[in-house]
């Protein structure tokens, strides 16, 4: 198994920082995850050994936290918020354009690996709502129009 | 990245330095910054929690409590290495404040981290933001490493002979780590799962040693009192209340953003003046004044002065700032619903009240939204959400229950409007289907 150097550096550097290993857990899973895609078995059983923990005291903490994923997304993890402040502006409007345009429902894949569509709980964009993450861009103050612009623009940094 | 907004009644000391280029250290430091921790580094500590106290802060995560007490709770002598840890899990949902103090003003929260830990004697701080705010992350862990190089954070900081470290830390996805026992499990790399109280975090928390946790806004505030003085600091806001808040106004309203105003600020004026009313030729119907969690207040209940104890007396919680405005083309029952399938989504399992209740109650709103509902389902509702408040380890179930209770107490006509098989009556032609994962 073998991660990137950056990946190594972050590691070397976060571990010392707390008083027991176990504590560099979940940061270290969503780097992990950032640099392979999901968490495979690979991944988790590497990490486990780093951490001095069993396989399943990791899946039991990437079972809790929503933005880990033990299955591989699209390259792009389109999040189009629909909680309140989103709802009353067209978030789930939003979510459903979405839906049609890559003609994929929650939580599942386009066929070509480019996009995954997720309606996920509140980002933290309220006061520029209605707003949605591409893995980790905000995109805020949005319209079915200006997400059309911005997909297409995923699409295209994504095939080159 | 988010827009920042003006308003002339705005009174600024936590965003004084928003739009200044402040992440930047040198910037920072022109901007008075690492001022007040120096003065705190010549104050005794319990001068530094009175201060604190004095000058009114409370909690600007929800709860409200009394920072300076907070802080006095902290034992002075342990065996174990205490800790500060700033809460950087904003999730509510119609807060985005902590963002931007984030973004813009990155090296108060960890000034505000260090003047604490000088207050209770902890040698390390934690900074823990939310998983999604990737980029809020990138720009804290550079403001601590130019701290570390300016040797402001570290051995000896300003010569004082005293070590203080600084870390960042990330979270993954959970609004539940929001809660302060469980925000420490997920820092010990855990589910984030409340502990029992007592022995409360003050004496028994992170790794087992004492731990004061805080707020972003509430840290971020503590340089300004310390460099300003108690006395001002409490004069800007009402009894008991003191200073400002980041209010967050989202929803039907014509200017949404962030305003800086001063507590107790009259709830009407910040709809009306500040947010520019609500657009569209609309009428006000609700607002949710301090996140999702608190109970709504009806248009003609906005007369109030937006500060911990009047929005309490008005039976409501100023809770995180977020202020959530709704007009008359929404539907509250499909309101209560998507608030309740956040709080479904969210509930850790751990306690039965909660995970049982907000399952249910999800599952009945959706089916009364539809419809399906029944006469009974509304006391049903009720009477559930009722018997979850306080019976769960940590607040969770309550920020369930109370807005449940509001909606169907407050606009249970429009409930009644959706018996019998009748369609919702504010559902747009060719709405969508909420996909409710």
């Given at each position: 198994?073998?991660?990137?150097?950056?990946?190594?550096?972050?590691?070397?550097?976060?571990?010392?920082?707390?008083?027991?290993?176990?504590s560099?857990?979940?940061?270290?899973?969503?780097?992990?995850?950032?640099?392979?895609?999901?968490?495979?078995?690979?991944?988790?059983?590497?990490?486990?050994?780093?951490?001095?923990?069993?396989?399943?005291?990791?899946?039991?903490?990437?079972s809790?936290?929503?933005?880990?994923?033990?299955?591989?997304?699209?390259?792009?993890?389109?999040?189009?918020?629909?909680?309140?402040?989103?709802?009353?502006r067209?978030?789930?409007e939003?979510?459903?354009?979405?839906?049609?345009?890559?003609g994929?429902?929650?939580?599942?894949?386009?066929?070509?690996?480019?996009?995954?569509?997720?309606?996920?709980?509140?980002?933290?964009?309220?006061?520029?709502?209605?707003?949605?993450?591409?893995?980790?861009?905000?995109?805020?103050?949005?319209?079915?129009?200006?997400?059309?612009?911005?997909?297409?623009?995923?699409?295209?940094?994504?095939?080159? | 990245?988010?827009?920042?907004?003006?308003?002339?009644?705005?009174?600024?000391?936590?965003?004084?330095?928003?739009?200044?280029?402040?992440?930047?250290?040198?910037?920072?430091?022109?901007?008075?910054?690492?001022?007040?921790?120096?003065?705190?580094?010549?104050?005794?500590?319990?001068?530094?929690?009175?201060?604190?106290?004095?000058?009114?802060?409370?909690?600007?995560?929800?709860?409200?409590?009394?920072?300076?007490?907070?802080?006095?709770?902290?034992?002075?002598?342990?065996?174990?290495?205490?800790?500060?840890?700033?809460?950087?899990?904003?999730?509510?949902?119609?807060?985005?404040?902590?963002?931007?103090?984030f973004?813009?003003?990155?090296?108060?929260?960890?000034?505000?981290v260090?003047?604490?830990?000088?207050?209770?004697?902890?040698?390390?701080?934690?900074?823990?933001?939310?998983?999604?705010?990737?980029?809020?992350?990138?720009?804290?862990?550079k403001?601590?490493?130019?701290?570390?190089?300016?040797?402001?954070?570290?051995?000896?900081?300003?010569?004082?002979?005293?070590?203080?470290?600084?870390?960042?830390?990330?979270?993954?996805?959970?609004?539940?780590?929001?809660?302060?026992?469980a925000?420490?499990?997920?820092?010990?790399?855990?589910?984030?799962?409340?502990?029992?109280?007592?022995?409360?975090?003050?004496?028994?928390?992170?790794?087992?040693?004492?731990?004061?946790?805080?707020?972003?806004?509430?840290?971020?505030?503590?340089?300004?009192?310390?460099?300003?003085?108690?006395?001002?600091?409490?004069?800007?806001?009402?009894?008991?209340?003191?200073?400002?808040r980041?209010?967050?106004?989202s929803?039907?309203?014509?200017?949404?953003?962030?305003?800086?105003?001063?507590?107790?600020?009259?709830?009407?004026?910040?709809?009306?003046?500040?947010?520019?009313?609500?657009?569209?030729?609309?009428?006000?119907?609700?607002?949710?004044?301090?996140?999702?969690?608190?109970?709504?207040?009806?248009?003609?209940?906005?007369?109030?002065?937006?500060?911990?104890?009047?929005?309490?007396?008005?039976?409501?919680?100023?809770?995180?700032?977020?202020?959530?405005?709704?007009d008359?083309?929404?539907?509250?029952?499909?309101?209560?619903?998507?608030?309740?399938?956040?709080?479904?989504?969210?509930?850790?399992?751990?306690?039965?009240?909660?995970?049982?209740?907000?399952?249910?109650?999800?599952?009945?709103?959706?089916?009364?939204?539809?419809?399906?509902?029944?006469?009974?389902?509304?006391?049903?509702?009720?009477?559930?959400?009722?018997?979850?408040?306080?019976?769960?380890?940590?607040?969770?179930?309550?920020?369930?229950?109370?807005?449940?209770?509001?909606?169907?107490?407050?606009?249970?006509?429009?409930?009644?409007?959706?018996?019998e098989?009748?369609?919702?009556?504010?559902?747009?032609?060719?709405?969508?289907?909420?996909?409710?994962?």
């Open positions: 198994m073998k991660f990137s150097e950056e990946f190594e550096t972050r590691f070397a550097e976060m571990v010392p920082h707390y008083p027991t290993k176990r560099a857990l979940v940061p270290t899973l969503l780097y992990a995850q950032d640099e392979i895609g999901f968490l495979s078995d690979e991944v988790i059983a590497e990490i486990a050994s780093r951490l001095d923990l069993t396989e399943l005291e990791v899946r039991n903490v990437i809790y936290y929503s933005m880990l994923t033990t299955k591989p997304r699209g390259k792009f993890n389109v999040q189009v918020c629909t909680n309140i402040s989103c709802m009353v067209g978030g789930e939003l979510l459903q354009h979405c839906a049609k345009k890559l994929i429902g929650h939580k599942q894949t386009t066929p070509d690996g480019l996009f995954t569509l997720e309606e996920v709980e509140c980002i933290g964009a309220c006061s520029w709502a209605p707003a949605a993450q591409v893995n980790y861009d905000f995109h805020e103050n949005l319209t079915a129009e200006k997400m059309d612009r911005i997909l297409d623009e995923y699409r295209k940094t994504g095939t080159q | 990245m988010a827009d920042l907004v003006f308003h002339p009644d705005e009174v600024k000391v936590v965003s004084r330095r928003f739009g200044l280029g402040a992440t930047n250290i040198d910037r920072y430091v022109e901007l008075d910054g690492y001022k007040a921790v120096q003065k705190a580094l010549a104050m005794e500590p319990d001068a530094i929690i009175a201060e604190v106290k004095n000058s009114g802060l409370r909690g600007r995560g929800g709860a409200g409590f009394s920072t300076g007490m907070k802080w006095s709770f902290v034992p002075k002598q342990s065996a174990k290495p205490k800790y500060v840890l700033c809460n950087g899990d904003e999730s509510e949902p119609g807060t985005c404040k902590d963002r931007l103090i973004e813009h003003d990155p090296h108060s929260v960890i000034e505000g260090m003047i604490g830990a000088l207050a209770v004697g902890a040698k390390s701080g934690y900074i823990y933001i939310r998983g999604e705010y990737r980029y809020l992350s990138i720009i804290m862990q403001a601590i490493r130019d701290a570390y190089a300016k040797g402001f954070v570290g051995k000896n900081i300003f010569g004082s002979g005293r070590d203080l470290d600084i870390y960042w830390h990330g979270g993954a996805g959970a609004y539940e780590v929001g809660e302060e026992s925000l420490m499990e997920s820092l010990e790399g855990k589910r984030g799962i409340p502990r029992i109280r007592p022995p409360f975090p003050a004496v028994v928390g992170l790794w087992g040693g004492p731990t004061v946790i805080n707020n972003a806004e509430t840290l971020a505030n503590v340089p300004h009192i310390i460099l300003g003085g108690a006395d001002w600091f409490a004069k800007l806001g009402t009894p008991k209340n003191g200073g400002t980041l209010f967050c106004l929803g039907n309203i014509a200017k949404p953003g962030v305003y800086e105003l001063p507590m107790g600020y009259n709830l009407r004026k910040m709809i009306y003046d500040v947010g520019g009313g609500i657009p569209n030729g609309r009428e006000l119907k609700a607002v949710v004044p301090g996140g999702a969690s608190c109970p709504c207040l009806t248009a003609d209940e906005i007369d109030v002065a937006m500060d911990f104890d009047s929005v309490q007396k008005a039976g409501s919680m100023l809770g995180s700032g977020g202020v959530v405005v709704v008359d083309a929404q539907c509250i029952v499909k309101f209560a619903l998507r608030t309740m399938k956040f709080y479904q989504h969210e509930s850790c399992g751990w306690c039965i009240p909660c995970r049982e209740g907000t399952d249910w109650l999800k599952k009945t709103l959706i089916r009364f939204h539809a419809g399906g509902g029944v006469k009974k389902d509304i006391d049903n509702m009720q009477y559930l959400a009722e018997n979850m408040l306080g019976r769960t380890f940590c607040p969770l179930g309550d920020a369930a229950a109370m807005p449940t209770i509001a909606f169907v107490k407050k606009f249970r006509k429009e409930f009644e409007e959706h018996l098989g009748r369609p919702c009556p504010f559902e747009k032609e060719n709405a969508a289907e909420p996909v409710l994962a």
